[in-house]
């Protein structure tokens, strides 16, 4: 996984008959992430620019009229796309969009990272750019989709997949937990917990739970790891120390850290870290158990420093963050 994604300069091809909150969500979140950058003290200016094949209004759907800022021809370079999905069968506008598939490929080439939210893995499909790459997509295209594109690996069981440069989100709610992703790599973590509570706190989960990456198949193949990592999946509650992974794994303490180091990006009490906070956001959002209760849940037995560690990874306590959620969720359920 990248560990930052400089991002300054955004476009946006504009399709008849996209969704217009495909590519709607992820500028306000864009634009909230400026904005909170600002409000810390950092200048994060990102320039977006809608374009199309022509100058001409596009009809996207709800009637809603978009008009392109740019041609294809003189947009220039982007250091993220964002491909906006349809909402009716994709492959008749795909096949019928030469200059499109031709300017995905030059973006491509030149360097552009991609966002592809739902039937909108159709266009990169049709310009070649995910032969033999993992890819999601809407559910109700999908089996069309596979037959006209066999050489594409798509992915049903998860939400969010990566390839090198090209993200791809199966639906719109998916694009937001992607975008929360993206922005934290480009305008850094805090930045992206504040445009996650604002947009899609209630709803997300962490993206290392719904994405699906080619490198999971190539980088990482460290068996004595991945059965560590198992093991830790289902033990984190317990005595996870470094002594007992040290114990379970034979290796010495230099070796595992080494070794845990280049397989996950983290070191082995980070990991375990990570996975008790992540299930303490889930009790937070779905249980009424308290702050203690959940601590002890989840392998801490001090609640203070539970507390502490959740609000220097979240920046928010445990308690507005249970308030911020419980509060939606009470909200969206009525």
Known sequence: MPQSLPIHRVLIPLLDHMLTTSISLPLEMIQAGMTYSRLNGT??????????ETLGTVKATGG????????????GTADLVVVPGLWRNPLPVAKKSPAFIQWLKNQYEQGATFCVIGTGVTFMAEAGLLEGQPAAT???FLDRLKQEYPNVDFKPHHLITRSDRIFCAGSVNSGADLMVHLIGLAMGE???????????????????QILYT????????????IQLQEWLQQSYQEDVSLTRMIEITGLTQRTLSRRFREATAMTPIGYVQKLRLNMATELLRTTDLTIREISTQIGYTDPIHFSRLFQKHFHLSPSDFKRSVRGKLFYLNQ
């Open 138 to 140: 809407h559910w109700y």
């Open 43 to 52: 200048r994060n200016t990102v320039e977006t620019k809608l374009c199309s």
């Open 190 to 208: 805090r930045v992206a917990h504040k445009v996650e509570q604002q947009f899609s706190h209630e709803i997300r989960r962490p993206l290392e």
């Open 214 to 225: 080619s490198e999971q198949a190539s980088v990482h193949r460290d068996e004595t790891i």
């Open 64 to 75: 809603i009229s978009l008009c392109p800022e740019l041609t294809f021809e003189d947009s």
